[in-house]
Each structure stands twice: as C-alpha cells, then as structure tokens.
C-alpha cells in the first residue's frame, strides 16, 4: 500500500510514484529498477520549448493530498483525483514570460514557504495561511529551481540571495556553484530542477552527481543527513524542471 508524502518533497520511506515533467521520459528505464512509477504533468502550452515541460512551474504541492496546478493541467488535475488527492487551480494562469511563468515556482521547506511575494501566486499564500506555513522572502522569483530539499531545515541551492535568507531563518545551507547542470537553450540549468529524494535516505539525480563541480561537498552534505546521491544515469546533470515525490510506501 502507498500513501501520499505529507510534507513536499520529504518523504519517510521509499517513493512508489513521482510527478514530473516530460523530461523524465529518459529515465524511465532507470526508474523503474527503482520500482518508481512516473505520473507526467502535461507541457505548458504558452511557455518556450525549454521550460514548458517543467513541472515546477506547472504544480506546486501544499502538502499531502493537497496541490496547486496550473489551468492547464487537466489530465493531471483528473489523475490526482482518481488518486483521492485534493487538486486545485492556481488564482493565475502561467503564461511566457518572468514573473508570470514563476507563480508556482517556490519551495515548501519543513513549515517555511521560500518565494519572491511578487512572483507566487495568491491562492498559494492563502494555504500557507491555513497551514500555519510561515513566509520566508527571498528575490529569486525561479526558487523551487534553485533549491533541493534535504531535510525540514535542510538544503542545498546555488542562488547565494537564497542561502542568505535561509541561513538567517535556521536552515543548514550548502551553497553550491552554478555550471553543472545542464538546460537546453540556457547557459546552465539549477540544482533544484535536476534532483529530490526518493527515500528518506536517498537524493535521485537525472544524470551522474560527480558531473557536478561540487560533487564532493554534496556527498558529505548529504551524508551528514544519512543520505546517499542515487544517478540515473552516467550522463550530465539536467534540469528536467524538477520532480516530486508523490506517494510513498506506508510506514511499519
């Protein structure tokens, strides 16, 4: 039996299925060796061809059965229902373009929301408000890109406006350099789009965690929560615009 993960991007025991973007499509041979099934956002009609499949900026997750989706996620809208979870739509419609294609792109972080107030959008503060989820602001407007969870008060992003307002709320912290990560039709992608736990102690990259310039400190950053980098594959990182987990197995 699965059960939903309770808090984003923090799962208590192993992942059975994700959400992700169409930039996982790759993997799925990969994922399935994991035993992980792949449930797919659909691409965002009126973004670029860079970004439109990520997911990050088509769902956000409140938290256990709870998730904001773009307008145009429909067939996902639906899945999530089938699922029993309790989909609902974004105030605003994501559409090309900085701030509007970055309403849902912040990051849920234990009980701290991370987000730019002039980027997210309102229905996400308003459940934020209900769940008692405090607001930590910070300038960049793509957060959920440039942050991977670690732990409730744990992670590691390669925005240093981000690792200043974390450190100053209690969040342990490892900045890392940006170039590793790769994003077609961009100089580089982010660390947050290319990564997430699958496991309590398992972070999943799509590509090989020593392509990154700060594999090492990444490995004893992650150690130090008893977690190990799992690779998909042996290639570079990619930005696949993230990927969350969505249910788990049930806890013994």
């Known amino acids: 039996m699965s059960c939903f993960v309770k808090i984003p ?31 797919y956002s ?11 499949a990520h997911l990050d900026l088509a769902v956000f997750p409140i938290g256990d059965k709870d998730f904001i989706l773009d307008i145009s996620q429909t067939q996902l809208y639906d899945k999530l229902i089938s ?42 503060l308003e459940q934020c408000k209900k769940s008692s989820v ?19 008060d744990a992670l590691i992003t390669d ?12 969040q342990d912290v490892l900045l890392v350099e940006k170039g590793s990560v790769q994003l077609n039709g961009y100089p580089y992608g982010f660390i947050g789009g ?3 736990l699958v496991a309590q102690d398992m972070m999943l990259f799509t590509g ?3 392509r990154h310039t700060n594999a090492a400190e990444i490995s004893d950053f992650l150690r130090n929560y008893r977690i190990y980098p799992e690779s998909l594959s042996n290639g570079d990182l990619t930005d696949i615009g993230s990927f969350i987990p969505l249910l788990q197995q049930e806890e013994m």
Do not use: W
């Open 194 to 196: 290319c990564c997430s």
């Open 208 to 210: 090989h965690i020593k």
């Open 83 to 124: 699922l029993h979870a309790h989909p609902q739509y974004a105030n605003t419609a994501v559409t090309n373009g900085y701030p509007q294609e970055a309403k849902l792109n912040c990051v849920r972080i234990g009980n701290q929301l991370f987000g730019n107030l002039k980027t997210i959008d309102t229905k996400i």
């Open 42 to 52: 659909k691409p965002i009609p009126t973004l670029t061809d860079s970004v439109r």
């Open 159 to 170: 925005d240093i406006g981000i690792a200043s307002v974390a450190k100053s709320n209690k």
């Open 9 to 39: 991007y923090l799962p208590t025991e192993k992942v059975t299925h994700i959400l992700a973007g169409t930039g996982m499509k790759p993997y799925e041979k990969s994922l399935a060796n994991l035993q992980i099934t792949c449930f």
């Open 134 to 152: 405090s607001i930590c602001t910070v300038k960049q407007g793509y957060t959920k890109c440039s942050v991977a969870v670690v732990a409730k």
